[in-house]
């Protein structure tokens, strides 16, 4: 083995000297006594081995920073935090990891979890909007791999749309399609439905209450309480319907459900609405009649109308209502001049012709009504309904139904009115045209809100005429007389009772 020694500067000189011209002379061989030259592919292998030792520490950094890892971390995260129901965090993390992907469902189940947990309403209806929203940008195959974070965020809705009934049923129902019919889908999907129904009941919703068990047992066609709920609101839909006269709705409903509710007596109520049908033509025939008689002051015309048997079925069937007619035809709640068939008492009803607003007598009016032998008529002012004002009572009396209106006597009261009672100084005159011929006898008295003074005392020529009535207790309260004859006329009332037009007793 060659000895090694410290070699001089000059020494070094004279050998990279050598070093030259023994490689011009041997190439590829070093002389003797000199220091060996690193190769350069060595050189390439350190550098390599380097390169190579970076980027493997490079890689490992890189794989715990992917995007999956993040993600992976931040699920973590939140599920620790809401184990132990530190719901903030949760939702902190569950969000960080909706920020890496806005699909994850597993997130947007976490987060509305949380929310759930700490009562933020807000945050979870946003949570779930969103959640919902980006459910159904999913591929099939991400859907069928998520499918339990899917269904389990979907029923959700209730909570997310706290006392929304619509809301809930509409979110359910993207969630119903979204997840092929899940079953426990469907059962949120009812229980929803159920609430809807309920709001819709309480808002008296006929359409949309029945609509809503329609759709439930679609789903689940033995639900008892949507069969239950639904055969008692159709019977209550029902008998609303005829009451309030919409018998081609009625007869809409019964053919839609005829077939699908039983222990409905559908026939019944289809026989119902005939009934009515038949009346209410008969009653526009009647008020159309009215109005004519009415308009044009032909009361004989309205006394053979009023007590007929089609005019008692039209009282009838109001059951309480009146029933308003123009040239038009019928209306309700009007202003303007009108005819009208108003139901009273124990009299049945009336007849009237004059202004109304809202529906009500307000103005100037006359009303109409009669019996078997005489009409009466009210001509004056009205107000809420009722004569107020200045008016005048007109009675046409006959002896016997073949004889004309009037053929006995016309009388009339001319003063002032309060809600139908007599109230003031009336002037009172009659027109004989039995006994007497023609002759006309007047007279007056005094009411004070219906009540009237006892005149007996006052005409003690008269006595021999009036004791008999006065002594089986009558008031006799007003005296008519005529100039040119001994006879007189007289009326009378019994003591407790109340000088009013015909209907408006207190």
Known sequence: MQEQRDISSEEKQSGWEQEGKMSEQQPGREPEGTKPKKKPLVIVGIVIGVLLALAIGTGAI????????????????????????????AVAAYRAALEIDPRCTEAYLGGIRACDGMGDGTGLE??????MSSMQELEPEQLEAQLENVVQIVVYADKAYLGAPEKVVSALEKGHELTGG????????????????????????????????DEILELRPENETALDQRKERVEEYLEELIAAGELDKAEELIGKYKDVVPD????????????????????????????????????????????????????????????????????????GKAVGLHPFGDYGYYFYYGDYVDGKQEGEGTYFISGSNYYELYTGSWQAGKPNGIGMVTRYQRQ?????YGSYYIKEDRGTFRDGLYDGEFATTLKDNGVNDGLTFTGSFTADNGSVPDVYDRYPQYEYDLREMHQAGNIIYAIMENPDSTWIWWSHMEPDSKLCINGFEE
């Open 62 to 89: 890189y794989a715990r920073n992917t995007p999956e890892r993040r993600l992976e971390r931040q699920l973590e995260l939140g599920e620790k935090y809401l184990e132990e129901m530190d719901y903030e965090q």
């Open 182 to 213: 899940n079953d426990q889908v469907t059962d949120a999907l009812v229980d929803g439905y159920l609430e809807l129904a309920k709001s819709l009941q309480e808002e008296g919703d006929y359409d949309g209450e029945l609509s809503a068990y």
């Open 264 to 335: 409905v007596d559908f026939e019944t109520y289809m026989g119902r609405v005939a009934a009515i049908r038949e009346v209410l033509q008969t009653r526009d025939t009647v008020m159309k009649k009215l109005y004519e008689f009415m308009t044009a002051g032909n009361y004989v015309a309205c006394a053979e109308l009023d007590g007929s048997e089609e005019a008692d079925a039209v009282a009838a069937a109001l059951e309480g209502q009146v029933c308003l007619y123009t040239a038009e035809g019928r209306v309700t709640d009007y202003t």
């Open 126 to 131: 946003e949570l779930y909007t969103d959640a």
């Open 400 to 404: 016997s139904e073949e004889e004309d």
